[in-house]
């Protein structure tokens, strides 16, 4: 068995060297059409940027009308770029009959828009929870299927979806966040197993914490849900604890190492440029040496990473009272 093991590892690692020095060539990107959502800052306005510059034709959505002007200065004459809220069907309709009268067919979809809420499960509220499924699951999945038609009007197009370590590890006090990944996980398996006949490339991916103004913004986010925290909620876990979990997130040594987004943008250039895209891409160190091998060890055994790398020296305050009634 052993030696079964490291033969596949073997021969998956020269496969990966093969790749790495012999790399597939990458398409002719005259007359191909790329539409890319959440372009107003990160990975997509990088990427819009970018695949501007190869030749293609990109249509860049952003969320914000404030995010236009900054990115028109970058991106030639043959881009558009316009207003999209994956969350509103029939701004998705109006996007799709905008692409339809300037082509029959598009090359590439990349679903990059999303949103995070950190925060325990018992924190968050249940709206909260839906927002992020809207912006990071539903919303994907309502832009695939509006824009499949032209996506299969020819073959070999493809869809990139922007999915997470968070897809395939669950670390606590992301529960909204993991639940729209995981979802969106699946979803691209199955949207490729099904789509395989008509040529219909599906690409995941699966980045760690990278530099983005997601990132950036992590401290305001982490402090809003605790400003929405019900009353009842905050005497359960306690001012204490409440303040050294909040203290230990903003002082996270994974942040603190965050890393260079334009990995990111390599590995999505690749999934929409090249004529043998991979079907995942763990961009960085961290996805491929820590969260990866995390997933796939036992989960008591991971159970107990998050255990002690998330401890805090003070116990909740309900937990205080049953201890010490």
Known sequence: MVFIVAFILFVYGAYRLYQHFFPAPNIDPQGKYVLISGCDSGFGNALAIELDKKGFNVFAGIYSADNKSA???QLSSRATIFLLDITRQQNIDSA????KGKTNTLHALVNNAGIMTGGHIDWITTESMRQVMDVNFFGHVAMTKTFLPLLIAKRDSRVVNICSVAGFLAPPSTSAYCASKYALESFSDCLRREMHAWGLRVSIIEPGIMRTPMIQKHGVATHEVRMQMPIGVQE?????????HFDKISNNIFIKLAEDPMKVVRALQHAVTSTAPRIRYRPGWQSKFLYFPLSIIPAWLSDLYFVKTRALPVLPAGINKQLHP
């Open 71 to 73: 990115l028109a200065d």
């Open 96 to 99: 799709y009959e905008m692409v």
């Open 236 to 244: 359960r876990w306690g001012e204490d604890f409440l303040r050294c």
